[in-house]
Every structure is written in structure tokens, then in C-alpha cells.
């Protein structure tokens, strides 16, 4: 993608930096906004909830695939997604951003407008407070994410109960697929699936959706690395096993088999539906175990249920099913 | 410097993070910490405090001349620094860490123990709750600080009044003439002035000082880009000039006679001691104002007093003092 006119560099830090945050909304919990040592954030509980994440150009992101905006909205979703698990409120975020020497100006300004909008769009409440910008060999974003959790406990993965449902809340494998039409050797094929690349350039896990898990929830993580290795974190957090049926998770497949057919119909047998559905990350959903018996929220789905403890953290109708997720320094 | 072992790509994300968060102590208020999507920090206040600084190999430090634990003390002290200027106390960190994808095994392990023994010496309330691991084409590291106000209010920088004395608690310039012994020609020089290179490498701002400042400050900053130009920020932020005196100035400029004078006998005129006291960043000293008449903290030092706005943020003798700090997209 191509962005016009002055580059960066050529404004400094400060000058680029206060064009570019013009496109920040202020929210009234921030007390104290960017442009001092540190922000001040008003919440209206004292336990924060903190996390991070990092976003590295060819290692989770491509130039010539994401633009600016893509670039700043997926960075703010991922985080958000990881508050809404805990059962936290996003109220504030900041921001790192590591730039090539000769970037434009204008990418910075879409991608400060990528990071307004996924805050507008899903969380309103929350406000980019501050941050760091500095040239580097290659693109980088590291964004951390504060929440209020209210008056609510933290929902946290080590708290699933053997007899409990899991669920899932939103889809699955969509961000994978997504990936693999980007990837694929016929370049026209993505844009045959805009909804499953708009999924992996910009995922909209459905924070709300999340929330009202959370509140019945007793245990729940968001799904930033496939389901078989993120399910393989709750249960050995918990001390469980999950025992998950393939019937139940059939919906998600099946969505996403004409997308496979297509790919594989130009290169034979380069990906499946269900690898997508069980090991392809991306998509930050959210997993959670539910109370048997438990009214679902609209939206959330039973994929199985927690067991006792045995060999192996998942299983797919009674089969070990391994763990083959994404692993941020092997890949 | 060598680090040999395993590489920590050969062990994966998990068992390398495993195997160096347990360099890690765990502090009272944190209710969760690292291993779950977000932690959980009980702050005794519900404003919390948030600063975010970003250390780029090649840009903030090269590797040639900090040690990994050098570079994880650094990254936790130029952070920890920013919270106190606030008038916060530090209370949890989450640090971003990419590396490229070689690296031993043991230089992560090192690199934990820098950030871990940052925190015990200068932060022991302090815990790192959580981070992100990832491989990169260069080594960068996103540090992000929460901080605590108890009751106090933030102190910020826009805040100096007319008729404020100007004072500075902790080292100017030492930083900078660490760098430039670290920079001369002859490579031996660095060796002569170990206090001075360490403050380089490993800074340590007197944060108990800077908590006591915070108590009476009007306004307060840490000086992390140079006197001249955090002078300024402060200045153009409070509507006001700062005038400094050079003769406040001495005590500062005088320790770093010698180390000018031997960079000098061998590169003439290359570089000034007044120079590094008025450009030289990195010290993480704290700049503040005080209402005229109070008592100074013991270590804090008048350098001038806040006057009306004039056309110039900062006068050093009644002469214009240009900003001619650091820049971290400009140099």
C-alpha cells in the first residue's frame, strides 16, 4: 500500500507525534492524558487489570497485506480481547510503535485512526493514554491494555470445573482462513472471501458477547492461538481435561469449507476446515467453562465438557487431540 | 559479551519464558500474575498511573557495550522513574521483549535478572506481572510501569508558578559522558571513568529522593532527553520561563572535568562537560519546582526559578538556553 508525503522523520518525534494523536477521542475516567511522564486513569475499582501484546511486521503482520488502519485496529483488538477474559472493562491503552526510518507520515495518522476506531467501534469507554514512538529496522507495535474490573471477581483459566460446559463465544477458524487465502498462490482469491481476510486483518471478537460470559463464566481465556493449544492452557491451569466433541463443532467447519475447497482445488490438499477450526488462531474468541445447566448468552456456543484430569489436557471425542497452535518464537 | 547455551528458539516461547520468569518475585498486591490473559494488581488508590518506554538496539543501546542485564536494569529504571515524577509509587511492569533469533537461552535469563534486581534494589513493592516474548530482526524491549498515587494528587508538569525555585535531584550529565567514553576512539578511556559509564548502562535515579520532591513539588519531571529540552516541555506545559543559573550549575558540570579533558587530550574539542550537563539525557534525574521558601529535600539542589512567559522557554544568564536534547526519531 502506498502513503504519501512527508516522512516521518522529517517532523520528529514530537511534531509527528502530535499530528498523529489529533485523532484520539478523550474519554472522562482519563485524568491525566498523554503528554506528561504517565498517564492518570480513574477507575472505579482499585484492582487493575493489565496485559500486553506485541505485533511484529513479517512475524505477525504483512505490509503488503495490512494497511495502516488494519494495522492499529488489530493491535487494540487483540488486548482488548484479553481484558474482556478476565471480566474487565478496557479503560485505557498504550501504545509503542517502532518504525522504519522512512515511513510516512500518513501511515501514522491511519494507523493512530486504526487504533480510535477499534476503541469507538468496541470499547468507548477506553482511551489510547499515552505511548512511545522511535525508528527501528522493522515495524512493531506493542500495545498494553488496563481494565476495571468493577465490582466483579477476575475470570481466570485456572477455575474450570470437572462437570462444566465449554464454550466458545464467537467464531473459530475464520482468521485462519483468512490467512491462508492471503497466503495462497492465486492472489485473487482473497478477494473472494473479504469477510474471512477482513477477520484476520481486523478481528472483531465480540467483546460485548464476552462480557456477559464472563459473568457466569467460572473460568475463560480469549483464543489468540487455536483452540487446541489455548484449550490446553485452561485445562492444565485448571487441572482438568476438556472433552470436546467434533458434532458440536461442526458449525464452525462448515462455513469455512468453501473457502477450502477453493484453495485446495488450485493447490490439492494445502489446508482442511477443521485444521483451521482446531489449531488456527486469530480470531480471539473467547473460551469459557460454564455451570452444567447454565441458561448460554445468546451467541456462545457448547463445544464439551470438562472431565477429571487424565493423559492428555483435550480431547476430540475421546482422541488425544494435540496441541498445534501458534508459538510467537517458533511459529 | 558471549552468552552460551541453548538457544531460545530452540526451546519455545513457554519453557524459555518458564525458565526465566523464575527470576521473579512476587509482591503482596499482586492478585494475578503472570500466566493468565491479564494480571491483577490491587493498587490502594483507583487512579492508576501508566508510562510506557520503548529500548531499540542500535538506537537506545548497542550490544557490544551493555550487558543483558544491563539492558532489562535500564529498561525498569527509565520507567520506574517516569511513575515517581508522577508522585506515584511503582507497583507492577509488564515488559514486551523481542529478540532476534539466535539468542541464547541464557542472555533472556541474564536480561530477567537486570529487571528482577532493578525492582529489588529501587522497587521492592514492585512486581513484573507480565510480558510477551517474540522474535524480531532487532532486539527491542517495550516496558510498561503502573503506579500507585495513594492519596496524594499526580504531579505534573504544568504546573510550575512564577516565583518557584527550579531544582534538580540527581546526576546531570553523567549519563551523557558515560556515552561519550563509551564512544572515544580509544577504548581504554571507558575504564577510567567506571562510575561514569555506569550510569550509562545501568542508571539509578535516587527514586526515594525524587518520592520525597513529589511531596512539595508544584510541578516535576523526570529528565530523560537532556535539562535543555525537558526544561522547555516544562516551561511551554506551564505557560511559563524558566531562568537557570549557570553558577547552580557548577557543582554539576565540575565531576565531569576530568572525563572532558581526557576525551579532549586525545580528540580535541570533541566534546564539553557543560555540554553534557545542558544536552546530555539519560541521568533520569528529576526536574521540578518548588514554592519559593520551602525546604529542599536533602540531595535536591536550586538551578534557577520560574519567571513570567517570555519568548523563550528556558534562559541560562539571561541568554535563550535551545533545546538541543534527544529526539528518538531524529537522534
Given at each position: 500500500?502506498?502513503?504519501?508525503?512527508?516522512?516521518?522523520?522529517?517532523?520528529?518525534?514530537?511534531?509527528?507525534?502530535?499530528?498523529?494523536?489529533?485523532?484520539?477521542?478523550?474519554?472522562?475516567?482519563?485524568?491525566?492524558?498523554?503528554?506528561?511522564?504517565?498517564?492518570?486513569?480513574?477507575?472505579?475499582?482499585?484492582?487493575?487489570?493489565?496485559?500486553?501484546?506485541?505485533?511484529?511486521?513479517?512475524?505477525?503482520?504483512?505490509?503488503?497485506?495490512?494497511?495502516?488502519?488494519?494495522?492499529?485496529?488489530?493491535?487494540?483488538?487483540?488486548?482488548?480481547?484479553?481484558?474482556?477474559?478476565?471480566?474487565?472493562?478496557?479503560?485505557?491503552?498504550?501504545?509503542?510503535?517502532?518504525?522504519?526510518?522512512?515511513?510516512?507520515?500518513?501511515?501514522?495518522?491511519?494507523?493512530?485512526?486504526?487504533?480510535?476506531?477499534?476503541?469507538?467501534?468496541?470499547?468507548?469507554?477506553?482511551?489510547?493514554?499515552?505511548?512511545?514512538?522511535?525508528?527501528?529496522?522493522?515495524?512493531?507495535?506493542?500495545?498494553?491494555?488496563?481494565?476495571?474490573?468493577?465490582?466483579?471477581?477476575?475470570?481466570?483459566?485456572?477455575?474450570?470445573?470437572?462437570?462444566?460446559?465449554?464454550?466458545?463465544?464467537?467464531?473459530?477458524?475464520?482468521?485462519?482462513?483468512?490467512?491462508?487465502?492471503?497466503?495462497?498462490a492465486d492472489s485473487t482469491l482473497a478477494d473472494s472471501y473479504p469477510e474471512l481476510v477482513g477477520i484476520q486483518l481486523r478481528p472483531v471478537p465480540d467483546l460485548?458477547?464476552?462480557?456477559?460470559?464472563?459473568?457466569?463464566?467460572?473460568?475463560?481465556?480469549?483464543?489468540?492461538?487455536?483452540?487446541?493449544?489455548?484449550?490446553?492452557?485452561?485445562?492444565?491451569?485448571?487441572?482438568?481435561?476438556?472433552?470436546?466433541?467434533?458434532?458440536?463443532?461442526?458449525?464452525?467447519?462448515?462455513?469455512?469449507?468453501?473457502?477450502?475447497?477453493?484453495?485446495?482445488?488450485?493447490?490439492?490438499?494445502?489446508?482442511?476446515?477443521?485444521?483451521?477450526?482446531?489449531?488456527?488462531?486469530?480470531?480471539?474468541?473467547?473460551?469459557?467453562?460454564?455451570p452444567a445447566g447454565s441458561q448460554l448468552p445468546r451467541g456462545a456456543k457448547v463445544i464439551g465438557e470438562v472431565i477429571e484430569l487424565?493423559?492428555?489436557?483435550?480431547?476430540?471425542?475421546?482422541?488425544?487431540?494435540?496441541?498445534?497452535?501458534?508459538?510467537?518464537?517458533?511459529?
Amino acid at each position: 500500500m502506498k502513503y504519501e508525503g512527508p516522512k516521518i522523520i522529517e517532523l520528529g518525534e514530537r511534531e509527528a507525534l502530535a499530528r498523529a494523536v489529533k485523532a484520539f477521542k478523550s474519554v472522562p475516567s482519563t485524568l491525566v492524558g498523554s503528554g506528561d511522564d504517565a498517564a492518570v486513569v480513574a477507575l472505579d475499582d482499585p484492582r487493575v487489570v493489565v496485559t500486553t501484546d506485541t505485533m511484529i511486521e513479517n512475524h505477525d503482520f504483512k505490509l503488503e497485506w495490512s494497511s495502516a488502519f488494519d494495522i492499529g485496529f488489530k493491535a487494540v483488538m487483540t488486548n482488548l480481547s484479553d481484558l474482556v477474559a478476565m471480566g474487565a472493562r478496557p479503560r485505557a491503552l498504550t501504545v509503542a510503535l517502532i518504525v522504519p526510518n522512512q515511513t510516512a507520515q500518513s501511515w501514522l495518522e491511519e494507523f493512530a485512526l486504526g487504533l480510535q476506531t477499534a476503541c469507538d467501534q468496541h470499547a468507548p469507554q477506553c482511551e489510547i493514554v499515552g505511548g512511545d514512538l522511535a525508528t527501528g529496522d522493522q515495524l512493531v507495535v506493542a500495545v498494553t491494555a488496563l481494565g476495571d474490573l468493577g465490582d466483579s471477581a477476575p475470570v481466570l483459566r485456572s477455575t474450570a470445573k470437572v462437570g462444566d460446559q465449554v464454550i466458545v463465544a464467537g467464531t473459530l477458524g475464520k482468521a485462519a482462513a483468512g490467512l491462508s487465502l492471503l497466503q495462497a498462490a492465486d492472489s485473487t482469491l482473497a478477494d473472494s472471501y473479504p469477510e474471512l481476510v477482513g477477520i484476520q486483518l481486523r478481528p472483531v471478537p465480540d467483546l460485548a458477547l464476552g462480557t456477559e460470559v464472563a459473568r457466569t463464566a467460572t473460568s475463560m481465556m480469549d483464543i489468540s492461538d487455536g483452540l487446541s493449544l489455548d484449550a490446553d492452557r485452561l485445562a492444565s491451569k485448571s487441572n482438568v481435561s476438556l472433552a470436546l466433541k467434533r458434532s458440536l463443532l461442526e458449525g464452525y467447519s462448515a462455513v469455512l469449507e468453501l473457502a477450502a475447497q477453493s484453495i485446495n482445488s488450485r493447490t490439492p490438499n494445502s489446508v482442511s476446515e477443521w485444521n483451521w477450526v482446531l489449531h488456527g488462531g486469530e480470531d480471539h474468541s473467547f473460551l469459557a467453562t460454564f455451570p452444567a445447566g447454565s441458561q448460554l448468552p445468546r451467541g456462545a456456543k457448547v463445544i464439551g465438557e470438562v472431565i477429571e484430569l487424565k493423559e492428555h489436557g483435550v480431547f476430540l471425542d475421546q482422541e488425544p487431540l494435540t496441541a498445534a497452535g501458534w508459538d510467537s518464537i517458533r511459529g
